[in-house]
Every structure is written in C-alpha cells, then in structure tokens.
C-alpha cells in the first residue's frame, strides 16, 4: 500500500520536480526555485501509476539514458487486486436501491420474476443478475370514456351505444383504478399495455349492460344501477386476464339522447310527464274518492244491519205479544175480541180525517162541516170583539151574533146505520 500513498501524497515536496523515487531526503526549495513545470508534474505522475505494477529501472537522474521500468509480479498481483477490489465493491454497491412510501419494486433475476419489494432501503444483486421496476400501488388512475376534459368535447366512436329497444344513447362516464398490493407483478408482465386494457373491458362492459336495457331506464332511474354493474363486469374481465387491477369506481357522467334527435326526445319525455302528472292526479282523485265511497258503504251496511235488527226484535216482539194474545184469547174469547176491535178502531181513527158516528135508531147519514163552522165563527168573534170593558149585561149592549147553521144533508145509508162524517184537518 506503501506505493499507493505515495502516489496520492500532496505532501510530497518532490511531487512534480522528478523526484519520485522517495530515496532521497525532502530539501527545502531554494530561493531561486520557481512553482513546478506542468510536463513535470504530468510525466511524475505517469511514473507513480508504472510504479504500480513494477519495479522502477531507473529515474531521470540515475539513468540519463532514458531506461525503462522492469515490471514486478509482486507488485503487479497487488495493482490488479486492488483495482479488482474497488470495481468488486462499486460494483455490489450499485445494488442498494430505495423504495419510495406508496410504492412497491419488482425484482427479476435474469429477466424472470423474483420478489417483491416493499417500500423503504433494499438491497438486490448488481445487474445484470438482477434488475428492479418500481410501480406505484397508491396512485388513483383515472381515464375517461366518450369525452376527453369536458363533455362537450365528445368522442363519439366510444360515447354512442344502442339500447335494448334498438334506441341510440350518448353515453359518457369516468372509471377509476388502483393496483392490487399484490397485484404489481401481474401489472407488469400479464398485460402488453394494462391502462389500455383496462378501457376497452369499460367499453366492452358499458356497452354490454346498456345492451341489456331499455332507453327510459338508461335515462333516469337506472343510472346508479348500470354504474354498479359495469363496475363488477369490468372486474370480472380484468380477474379472468389477472391484470392485478382493482376498479374503484364507475361515475357516469352524462347520458343522453343524441344531438340529432334531441327536440323530439324532448317532445316525448315532455308528453311522457304530462302523462305521468294525469296519472298521479287520477290516482290522487281515486285515493280521496274510494275511502269516501267505502265509508258510505260501511254507513250503509250498518244502517242496513240496524234496520234488520229493528225489523227483527219488533217481529219477535210482536209474535211473542200475539202468543200471549192468544193465550188469554182461549181464556174469554168475547172479551178479548171485543177488547181488541175497541183497540183497533182507536188506531184506526186517531189519525183519520172523518169521524163516524152510530146512532141506534135512524139510517140517515148526516154531514157536519164542523170545521168549517168553527172557522167562521172564529173570523166572527175576531171582527166583533168589544173595544171598551164594559159589561155585556148592561142595556144597549151589543151581543155577538150567533151563525146560522147550514142545513144538514141528509141521505140513505146502505147497512141501515146511522153515520155522521165530517171532515177535520188534523194539526
């Protein structure tokens, strides 16, 4: 090593002047002595690195002659293990490596799969045994399908797709993914170009569910659905390629009629509302009008059902009066008939307008017009009522004039009986 730290020795006050031999003791520079030539300081040089791998013949001033080096094996094993060293230890070096936080490196040997390698300090074997790739496993990747940057500019090859009743939709939504943790070996060397792969099975995979359904489902209420099932078509594809992808989330972001067609779709889905909006107002005519009519009906069943009961018990109590009617009938059946013609006529003509009288001895039927008579004479006591107290017993009084009573007609009856009517108005 000694020959070595001579070669790096700044101390040297011989470095640069021919001096290289070390023999000889340092002299301080006399006052005449200038800084060193630079053929001097590059020719020393040259002879410390020959020094190296042999044994110096001769210097510039022991060997005028120019002789040169004899080289020495020693010295030559020595050189070449040191720069062997070196290149040895530079050469494992280059094998550290650092893993960013979020990322994860995949170690291949010779070009085939090794390990993988987690975030922080690692180590691997120098190439070109082994190489690494790092591959970020945090990043949230996302591309969109049928728009680039914003939805009027449109790419209309991936946008328009038909429906199941042969209608044509714009379609544009947005799909965001991740690799597995595990996944970064299969994202490397399964797929040619994963990013791509992983937008054609989200075409493929919209396509084919909107495929599946109608155009007014696409439209409104189905949105949140198709989302959900391309999501787990998409990865169902990507599982079946073992791409190490895992799909976050499918986010339509516009679905539409075409441009071409878009007034009379709004026509339609104009008439579609109207529609809608008579049939909640019959429904909300139905609901008020069929409680109202089932709360008639129930009123009526039940008055029906009190009337049944009334017509019922004032049945069962007639026939239980009637049996007790008979009863006493077979005890005295004179008096019990007579009793119950007496009951019958006064129901009878209690409420009835004419009043029959019999007489014992005549057969003349006489007719009263009492109510007329009591009228009369009602309307005359009210025109020749007295104005002053005065007594009506004194002289020169007036007395109230008596009516004259109308002749009574008088006719032939049938039965022989005698029967006076008259007719009064019932108040």
Do not use: C
């Amino acid at each position: 090593m000694r020959p070595f730290t001579k070669l790096f020795n700044l101390n040297d006050p011989g470095w640069g002047r021919g001096n290289n031999g070390g023999s000889q003791p340092p002299r301080r520079p006399q006052k005449g002595d200038g800084p060193p030539d630079l053929d001097e300081v590059w020719r020393d040089f040259n002879q410390r690195i020959s020094g190296l791998f042999g044994r110096k013949g001769g210097g510039r001033n022991n060997n005028p002659g120019g002789g040169g080096f004899s080289p020495s094996p020693r010295g030559t094993r020595i050189g070449v293990g040191l720069i062997a060293g070196i290149a040895l230890a530079v050469w494992l070096a280059s094998g550290f490596f650092i893993v960013q936080e979020g990322q994860v490196a995949v170690v291949t040997q010779f070009g085939k799969y090794k390990t993988t390698a987690p975030a922080g300090f690692q180590w691997r074997l120098p190439y070109p045994i082994q190489s690494h790739e790092a591959v970020n496993v945090s990043q949230l990747r996302t591309f969109e399908v049928g728009f680039r940057g914003s939805s009027r500019n449109k790419v209309m090859p991936e946008s328009l797709m038909l429906t199941d009743d042969e209608n044509i939709v714009d379609m544009q939504f947005v799909v965001q993914y991740r690799l597995r943790a595990d996944g970064a070996p299969d994202y490397l060397f399964n797929m040619r170009d994963p990013d791509e792969s992983v937008r054609q099975a989200s075409e493929t995979a919209m396509r084919e569910i909107v495929g599946k359904q109608r155009m007014d489902f696409v439209l409104y209420e189905g949105r949140t659905q198709v989302a959900g099932e391309v999501q787990n078509l998409m990865q169902q594809i990507l599982d079946r390629y073992r791409t190490g992808i895992q799909v976050s989330t499918v986010a339509i972001q516009n679905v539409q009629p075409p441009e071409q067609v878009q007034a009379a779709f709004d026509d339609a889905v104009k008439a579609g509302q109207d529609r809608e909006r008579q049939i909640n107002e019959g429904q909300a005519y139905a609901n008020q009008v069929v409680p109202l009519a089932r709360g008639q009906a129930s009123r009526m069943l039940e008055q029906a059902e009190g009337y049944r009961a009334k017509v019922v018990g004032d049945a069962t109590g007639d026939a239980a009066r009637f049996t007790s009617i008979v009863a006493e009938y077979q005890k005295a059946p004179s008096l019990m008939r007579e009793r119950m013609y007496l009951e019958t006529m006064q129901q009878v003509f209690q409420n009835a307008s004419k009043v029959m009288v019999d007489t014992q001895n005549g057969n003349n039927m006489i007719y009263l017009p009492l109510d007329k008579i009591v009228q009369q004479s009602g309307k005359d006591a009210g025109k020749n009522a007295p104005t002053t107290n005065a007594p009506s017993s004194l002289p020169g009084a007036s007395q109230p004039a008596v009516p004259a009573m109308p002749r009574p007609t008088v006719g032939q009856t049938g039965a022989g009986a005698n029967t006076l009517t008259r007719d009064r108005a019932v108040r």
